[in-house]
Nanobody, 117 residues
Framework: QVQLVESGGGLVQPGGSLRLSCAASGSIFNTMAWYRQAPGKQRELVARITGDTITTYANAVKGRFTISRARDNAKSTVDLQMNSLKPEDTAVYYC???????????WGQGTQVTVSS
């Protein structure tokens, strides 16, 4: 059974940093990503990592956010380091994974990030 456990959201001042982490277990995942959804807006891709090194970033976060992943025998972890945060980064952030074999996709429960002074 696939499980996703997110952590790391919170309140931060503009210009500050946060690190989100998502631990995924129960399968082997090829693609791991972070999406976000602000109030009244559609969910959008923030950053994605395919395999261990192929990364994609939304234009709005390039140069400020870094996605990375790590594996051990039991789970894969995808982290999102967020620097130079802006009020417009405020949203619920969701972890997303896709299995290596097959087409199954899974979402985390979401973690709130609020950037405000």
């Amino acid at each position: 059974q696939v499980q996703l456990v997110e952590s790391g959201g919170g309140l931060v001042q503009p210009g500050g940093s946060l690190r989100l982490s998502c631990a995924a277990s129960g399968s082997i995942f090829n693609t791991m990503a972070w999406y976000r959804q602000a109030p009244g807006k559609q969910r959008e891709l923030v950053a994605r990592i395919t395999g261990d090194t192929i990364t994609t970033y939304a234009n709005a976060v390039k140069g400020r956010f870094t996605i990375s992943r790590a594996r051990d025998n039991a789970k894969s972890t995808v982290d999102l380091q967020m620097n130079s945060l802006k009020p417009e980064d405020t949203a619920v952030y969701y972890c997303y994974v896709k299995q290596l074999f097959g087409t199954q996709e899974y979402w985390g429960q979401g973690t709130q990030v609020t950037v405000s002074s």
